[in-house]
């Protein structure tokens, strides 16, 4: 609708500066894993989610302290004064001789890329509904899927030409400018929230039934709520097929690859490929399906796309494989899950679109990656090939696709119910049949 267009730009143009700024770090942070070795990356992991668990606390303490509109303003402004810190000490340090730099930077890059999209679909869950979300929500997120290729292709072209530090530093600069969008959003949205009746206390968070924040009343709800729990074993689950891609991911292009510029540019052609096919899968197919053929069906995409990615790596762990499979796994997860996963939050209570959703977005998805890592850790210690992993993970993937199946069909029952009854969105404690 005509009201809604003005927020949507600016929902897309903030978007496109936080995905622009993560791609344009991501390469770095993969080029990072590589200087470490496979064997020291559960370790990464594991510290990027103790970096988490540490973090999660003092971004409660935020939630709680700051009105709405701030949240994602001290976030935001907190990462960009990282990554000058960091465009400093590279300009003073080599992380190829000084390799705990490159240790800090992998876990800073992976905490930055969680917390900051957490963050940014907390603002979209809490601004839009479950019916706006279907509709808007792909053309919202191909805006990060334009920065993420933007930055992608200027990262390609700055790492035969400038070191990393450079490339540190013009992120801190995107999520500045993406915070004066953020604020438009807002304003635009209040606009036609009023002009629905909708009043803005009716939307901020009560801290009056918690008095231990906001991180412990987020771990309380999930755990009280069957449709929170699912949502989470999802995520999970998404984390450990990714994990599992990523061990042999970080083999594959080490034996395939020798320089480390080489391998940021082909880290860096990766993400400009699979930001390209989930640039038309969020216009072109994410809201049509989820509109006409439900949440389900699009939950539903990611498990079978990992079951055949896996299938064809058990059988050909090449590196062009690889690049094919990498690009498949991306472009449908940020092109028609995510748009989907956030539509799930559309339909819990404004409290629990940060406090909840918080909780899930960082140490649980973080703590998938940990989990999953140091599991194939021991299963590699115990003599298990990659090989092995990946064709046991075949049955696994097809249960992940029933839970997909079934949460989507949970979030239409939750959305069909008028708010006044919903108990999911005002306690987070009580079952819905159906």
């Not at 042999?248 to 860096?268: C, L, N, P």
């Not at 819990?348 to 649980?364: G, N």
């Not at 998938?368 to 696994?396: E, H, N, R, W, Y």
């Not at 696709?401 to 008028?418: C, D, F």
Request: with cysteine; proline share 3%; aromatic share 12%.
């Amino acid at each position: 609708m005509d009201r809604e267009r003005p927020a949507v730009f600016c929902a897309f143009a903030w978007f496109f500066c936080v995905l622009g700024s993560y791609s344009m770090v991501r390469p770095v942070r993969e080029t990072m894993g590589t200087l470490v070795g496979r064997e020291e990356l559960k370790w990464l992991f594991l510290a990027g989610f103790l970096a988490v668990c540490a973090l999660v606390p003092l971004y409660a303490l935020v939630v709680r302290l700051v009105s709405r509109r701030s949240i994602a303003r001290v976030v935001f402004h907190g990462f960009a004064c990282s990554a000058i810190v960091f465009f400093l000490t590279l300009r003073t340090f080599s992380a190829s001789e000084h390799l705990w730099i490159a240790r800090v930077l992998f876990v800073w890059i992976s905490v930055f890329g969680i917390f900051s999209t957490s963050v940014f679909w907390s603002v979209l869950a809490d601004l839009f509904n479950s019916e706006q979300g279907k509709r808007l929500f792909g053309v919202v997120a191909s805006g990060g899927t334009v920065g993420a290729i933007v930055g992608a292709l200027v990262t390609s072209q700055l790492a035969d030409r400038f070191d990393a530090s450079w490339i540190m530093l013009v992120p801190a600069i995107l999520l500045e400018c993406g915070l004066v969008f953020a604020r438009r959003l807002e304003i635009h949205a209040r606009c036609w929230r009023s002009n629905k009746g909708i009043g803005e206390n009716e939307k901020e968070i009560d801290h009056s039934h918690s008095k231990d924040g906001a991180f412990f009343s987020g771990v309380v709800h999930v755990l009280r709520s069957s449709y929170l729990l699912r949502l989470s074993a999802f995520l999970m689950l998404v984390q450990a097929f990714g994990t599992l891609l990523y061990t042999e991911q970080a083999s594959i292009v080490k034996g395939g690859i020798s320089e480390e510029e080489a391998r940021i540019q082909f880290f860096a052609y990766v993400d400009l490929g699979s930001q390209s096919l989930t640039l038309l899968l969020q216009l072109a197919v994410s809201g049509w399906l989820m509109k006409r053929l439900g949440i389900a069906s699009a939950l539903l995409v990611l498990p079978l796309i990992y079951f055949s990615s896996l299938l064809c790596l058990s059988v050909s762990p090449q590196l062009m494989v690889l690049a094919v499979v990498m690009v498949a796994t991306r472009s449908f997860a940020y092109g028609v899950t995510v748009p989907a996963r956030e539509v799930l939050f559309t339909v819990v209570s404004p409290e629990d679109k940060y406090k909840a959703k918080s909780f899930i977005d960082t140490v649980v998805v973080r703590g998938g990656d940990t989990i999953s890592m140091q599991f194939i850790g021991l299963l590699q210690g115990a003599g298990m090939s990659l090989v092995a992993m990946k064709i046991a993970a075949l049955p696994i993937a097809l249960a992940w696709g029933g839970l997909a199946w079934n949460l989507g069909r949970k979030q239409a029952v939750l959305a069909s119910i008028p708010p006044d009854l919903n108990t999911e969105q005002y306690s987070g404690d009580a079952e819905v049949n159906g």
